[in-house]
Every structure is written in structure tokens, then in C-alpha cells.
């Protein structure tokens, strides 16, 4: 194996590694210490391994890696913000007992979110797919409040049905393939001639939909993010979600496209877009607003991805990843942001607040932001018609919703009066946030034409303007309801389903009981010894 090739493996072995090592006592007692390291390796072959790298690992294992220019794009973005994050981390849980039950479950989240960015054949990037999605129910249920264990039987249900979405969809795209375990690129050539073409697709549509929190498979985000700890959010709304975005670049065949499935698409993605905000300016709590701005960007990433495939547009897949790390570094920073500013005093927030504020309007498109460039370097793929002036409406709420989002957070004073922010948890929301402007503005040349001068142009700019002034408008407007707030639930929806909540009684009360089991850490490392050794098992015999 090359020197690129062990780069690349090291993204994902070295925080899995690390987390069996938590099986040994004295790694244990200092897994916090790992956290702000263990994403390293992913970041250096993002940024020092070439683009088409292909790994094979030998026999028995049968597993492939890649990095192609979207998953490089988000391997590096992913691995800054968890490096970043666990670094936060490490001061913000402190030396607790539970600290330690956290970076485990920390380490195994980590894996499988870098995992997903670089597998290439079918059965791995399942495996670190469902890695990814439980693993991340220790981080939400981590506070193991009433508030933290719904979130928890919430998600994970959900977590669940989009795993057997995307099992029973990958068994039928390898059924028609001569090895067990096809690459994907070898079953997503063959899709759109596939009999069971429109089935596959929309068992990935809901798979992967449900991940990233398209209505009306949202409501595990706002429930969640709230509940967990400010770290473990920050990598949730900025990474998790993203799972569920390179599994639709991956798997959909956007050189052959398929124009009815990516108008659904953009429908789908657009009704989500305008429903987080509609829901998200109700809303009380800054975590729980930025989950519902989640929930709106993921559904204008989703009309991206429903026009790519429409057009046939292979290139668009770049286009979508340099959009999604944006997204993934701007809102990991807000979150990291609202924890700062909850520890500082109100006469010492004011740069903090600032910084905050550039952000957040970066996500409606602020010129010159890393918002901003997202948006004109996907504008070829929205054209001059309907869909454009769609997505600028949307880009008018996401103003909205920020600016009620920064209205919120800037209220909220905690700590003496003249308490000064820690370094340890400032200079992590620094880093992410210099580094969503860095990202940005290096990688646009690779996503255009290479020119930055359409960035200055008064045409372009006047097209970020105009849907943020109305933003504003809307803002004072909505100012003046008052009873707006707080009259949609967290969760909204969700609520209802709860109506039923004395039937289900039982099975909730079971569900948490197994959780208790499951969390204690004798039986959560005899159990990670057990799956690694039924996974290497059933590879082998595969092989």
C-alpha cells in the first residue's frame, strides 16, 4: 500500500483504533485528552492526497477507499470541525466520569463520519454508515435527562428505518452484479438501466433524506440538538448530516440523470428549505433555532443535488460538496458560538457577537462570505427561472431566521458581570470560523472558472442583496407577533405523533431500560470486541 493509500486508511482506523484502546484502562481515564487528534490524519490525506486516489485492502477484508474531489472537500471540512470540536470538547466536559463515557462514544461517531466521505464499495460504506447513526445516540442521550433520552428514542428509531431503507436498497443494486460486494461507481452505472431502477432510488431518497432531515423525516434535529452537549451538536448539525449527503452524491447517476426523480428532489428540498424557517422563527432556544436552520439549508442542498440530477450534470457533485462544507463549518462555529457566549459576561461578548453575526448572515448569503460564494458558484445550476428566484426566497427566510436566532442568543447574558470568555473554548470557535472563510475562498477557483471577479460584480451582488433586505423586512414584521414564539413545539410534528403516547408507554420504558445496559461500559466493550470479530468473520467468508 502507498504512502497516500496509508494516509488515507489512517482517517479511519486511527479514531476507531483509538476507541478499542479505551478498552485498556489507563487510555480510558485520558480518551478526552485524544479527541482534538484523532481527526488529524483525515485532514493531512484530504489536503495531501490526490484527487482519484483508489486503496484496495487485501483479502480477506475486501475493502476499497476513495477520495475524489467531493469527498476530499468533505473529509477535510469534517475533520477541521471535529478537531476543532473535540478540542472544545475537552474543556467544556472537564474531568467528569462522564467525560470518558463521552469521547468513546465520540471516537466511534468520528470514525464513521470520516469513514463515509472515503469508502468505495457497497458493504463499507454501510458498515461506517450505521456506525456513524448509532454511535451518535451516545452523544445525544450523553446528559441522560427525560429531554436527552426522548431525543435519543426519537433518533434512533429514525436512524433505523433509514438503515433499512438503504439495506434492502443496496442488496438490490449488488443483485445484478457478479461480486458480493460491488464498488459503488461499478452499481450506480448500471442504475438507471436497472428494472427496479425507481424502487432503489427511492429507498435512497428516504434513506438518505432521512439523514439529513427532510420533512418530514426532520424532527430526530430538533430534538436532538438541543438535548445534546454543545461539542457534540456542533458535529451533529455540521458533519452527521452530511452522511446523508454524500450518499446521495455517491449513489445517484447524475452522468446518465434522471430529470423526474431530481424535480422531486427539488420540490422536496425546496418545502423543506421554506418549512425550517417557518417553524425555526417560532422557536425560543438558539440550539434549537440552529436545528431548524439545519433543516432549511439541508432542504436547499437537496434542491441542488434534484437539479444536478436533472440536468445530467455530472460536475454538479462538486458543486454540491463545496455548498455542504460551508454549510458544515459555518453552523459548527454558531453552535461553538452559542457556548462560548453562554460562559461570557453581556459587557464582554461584543467581538464574540460580532463574529457571530457575520455567520450567520454568512448562511443567507452575506457577499464576500463563504455564504456568499456557495451561492454564486452554484448559481449556473439554478438557471434565471422559477427555481432561482425559489431558492432566493428561501435565501430571504434564512435572513430571517438568523436574525432571530442572533436576536435570541444576544439576550441571553450569563456568568459575572465582568467574566471573560475562556481561551479554550474561543480559540476552537475562531479556528472554525477563520476556517470557514479559508475553505471558501481556496477552494472556489476549483469549483469555477477559476475567476473572483463575478464576486464584485454589482450584478452578483445585487442578487445577494435584494432576498436579504427582504429578510430584514420580514424580521420587523415578524418582531411584532409576539405570540409567534414558542407556539410550535420543539419537534413540531413529532408532538402529535406523541398523542398516542400512553400506547407506546411500555415500549419506551423497554427501550430505556436496554439503554442503561448498553451504556454501561463492561458490556459496551464486550460488545465492540464482539462486532469487530462478527464483522471479520463474516468478511472473510465473503472473500
Not at 438490490?172 to 460491488?182: Q, S, T
Amino acid at each position: 500500500m502507498t504512502a497516500a493509500g496509508l494516509l488515507l486508511a489512517a482517517s479511519v482506523l486511527v479514531p476507531l483504533g483509538l476507541s478499542a484502546g479505551c478498552l485498556v484502562r489507563g487510555v480510558r481515564e485520558r480518551a478526552r485528552l485524544l479527541l482534538p487528534f484523532a481527526p488529524l490524519p483525515a485532514l493531512l490525506a484530504a489536503i495531501m492526497v490526490p484527487d482519484g486516489t483508489f486503496v484496495f485492502f487485501p483479502a480477506p477484508f475486501r475493502m476499497s477507499l476513495v477520495l475524489d474531489r467531493p469527498g476530499a472537500f468533505l473529509l477535510g471540512g469534517a475533520a477541521l470541525l471535529w478537531s476543532a470540536a473535540g478540542a472544545y470538547a475537552v474543556s467544556y466536559m472537564g474531568r467528569t466520569p462522564a467525560a470518558t463515557r463521552f469521547a468513546i462514544w465520540w471516537l466511534l461517531t468520528l470514525a464513521g463520519s470520516l469513514g463515509v466521505f472515503v469508502v468505495g464499495d457497497i458493504a463499507s460504506f454501510y458498515l461506517v454508515y450505521t456506525l456513524v447513526s448509532l454511535a451518535a445516540y451516545g452523544l445525544i442521550v450523553h446528559e441522560q435527562t427525560a429531554k436527552a433520552e426522548r431525543a435519543g428514542l426519537v433518533y434512533v428509531v429514525l436512524a433505523l428505518l433509514s438503515e433499512a431503507c438503504l439495506l434492502l436498497a443496496f442488496v438490490m443494486l449488488a443483485a445484478g452484479h457478479a461480486e458480493a460486494n460491488p464498488l459503488i461507481r461499478d452499481v450506480v452505472a448500471t442504475l438507471s438501466r436497472s428494472p427496479m431502477r425507481d424502487a432503489i432510488v427511492a429507498l435512497l431518497v428516504l434513506g438518505f433524506g432521512l439523514k439529513m432531515g427532510l420533512v418530514p423525516l426532520h424532527v430526530w434535529l430538533p430534538l436532538a440538538h438541543p438535548a445534546a452537549p454543545m461539542p457534540a451538536s456542533a458535529v451533529l448539525s455540521g458533519v452527521v448530516v452530511k452522511a446523508g449527503v454524500i450518499g446521495l452524491i455517491r449513489f445517484l447517476p447524475y452522468e446518465s440523470g434522471l430529470p423526474e426523480w431530481g424535480m422531486a428532489l427539488v420540490a422536496a428540498g425546496l418545502f423543506t428549505a421554506f418549512y425550517g424557517v417557518a417553524i425555526g422563527v417560532t422557536q425560543t432556544g438558539p440550539k434549537t433555532i440552529l436545528a431548524y436552520s439545519t433543516v432549511s439549508q439541508m432542504g436547499l442542498v437537496a434542491a441542488l443535488i434534484g437539479a444536478g440530477l436533472a440536468r445530467a450534470d455530472a460536475s454538479a457533485t462538486t458543486l454540491i460538496a463545496y455548498y455542504a462544507v460551508h454549510h458544515m463549518l459555518v453552523k459548527g462555529a454558531l453552535f461553538l458560538a452559542v457556548g462560548t457566549l453562554a460562559a461570557t459576561s453581556r459587557r464582554r461578548r461584543l467581538a464574540i457577537l460580532l463574529l457571530t453575526a457575520v455567520l450567520a448572515l454568512s448562511l443567507a448569503g452575506l457577499p464576500l462570505s463563504s455564504g456568499g460564494l456557495a451561492k454564486i458558484a452554484t448559481k449556473p445550476m439554478l438557471g434565471d427561472g422559477v427555481l432561482s428566484y425559489a431558492t432566493a426566497l428561501a435565501a430571504a427566510g434564512s435572513t430571517l431566521l438568523m436574525l432571530h436566532f442572533l436576536n435570541t442568543v444576544s439576550r441571553d447574558a450569563h456568568g459575572e458581570p465582568e467574566r471573560l470568555p475562556s481561551l479554550a473554548l474561543v480559540l476552537p470557535f475562531g479556528v472554525v470560523a477563520a476556517a470557514s472563510f479559508v475553505f471558501a475562498w481556496s477552494l472556489y477557483p476549483a469549483v469555477t472558472d477559476g475567476s473572483f471577479q463575478p464576486l464584485f460584480q454589482a450584478k452578483a451582488l445585487s442578487k445577494l442583496l435584494w432576498p436579504m433586505g427582504l429578510g430584514l423586512l420580514a424580521m420587523l414584521v415578524v418582531g411584532r407577533l409576539p405570540k409567534l414564539r414558542g407556539a410550535v413545539p420543539e419537534g413540531d410534528i413529532v408532538v402529535l405523533t406523541e398523542a398516542g403516547g400512553p400506547a407506546l408507554s411500555g415500549f419506551v420504558s423497554d427501550i430505556l431500560q436496554f439503554d442503561a445496559v448498553l451504556r454501561r461500559w463492561s458490556f459496551a466493550g464486550s460488545s465492540l470486541l464482539l462486532i469487530a470479530v462478527l464483522l471479520a468473520a463474516a468478511l472473510m467468508l465473503g472473500s
